[in-house]
């Protein structure tokens, strides 16, 4: 663990570079990852394809099989960083509310940067065309969620040395 944290939920928008950051987090701690994207329904990651922004109603079956990966982990006291876009304080009370070893990293940067990154990607079952309904769900995180927030605006070596750092 470090400073008893045991579970890092990284999240942000699709295109921050969640999964990049928090493989590479989990790499450097030594701890397990999990991309919140393999939990996906099936028909998730058709609606996604399409172009169809997912409803709550979609997100909550999802949300819990993670928690229940994240509280599996923890009652083998394996730690573990968690790349789930998590944009709304209900996802995350799913993710991290009574996990006092949780701890929240969001990924923070402008439209246009993830846009551009976005773009450049290949293979994801995200288009960019949902990137706008990504932003306008996004509720940042409040001071009691104890977030670290890091800006996306920097290699991924330096952002995880920020996160290392804060922790």
């Known amino acids: 663990m470090t400073s008893g944290v045991s579970v890092i939920v990284v999240m942000g928008v699709a295109g921050s570079g969640k999964s ?11 701890w397990t990852y999990i991309d919140g994207d393999w939990l996906h329904p099936a028909a998730n990651v058709q609606k996604m394809s ?3 922004p997912l409803t709550d109603e979609d997100r909550w079956p999802w949300l819990r099989a993670i928690a229940a990966s994240i ?30 070893d949780a701890r929240l990293v969001l990924l923070e940067g402008s439209q246009e940067t993830v846009a551009r990154r ?29 977030p670290i927030i890091v800006s996306v605006e920097d ?13």
Do not use: N
């Open 71 to 100: 509280d599996e982990l923890r009652r083998e006291r394996r730690c573990a960083v968690v790349a789930c876009s998590a944009l709304k304080r209900a996802y995350r009370e799913i993710l991290l509310g009574g996990r006092p």
């Open 50 to 52: 399409r172009g169809v």
């Open 20 to 30: 990049t950051i928090a493989a590479l987090l989990a790499e450097r701690l030594g």
């Open 118 to 146: 976005l773009g450049s990607r290949d293979g994801h079952f995200m288009p960019s065309s949902l990137l706008e309904s990504q932003f306008a769900a996004l509720e940042a995180p409040t001071a009691d969620e104890r």
């Open 155 to 167: 290699d991924p070596e330096r952002i995880v040395d920020q996160i290392l750092t804060s922790l």
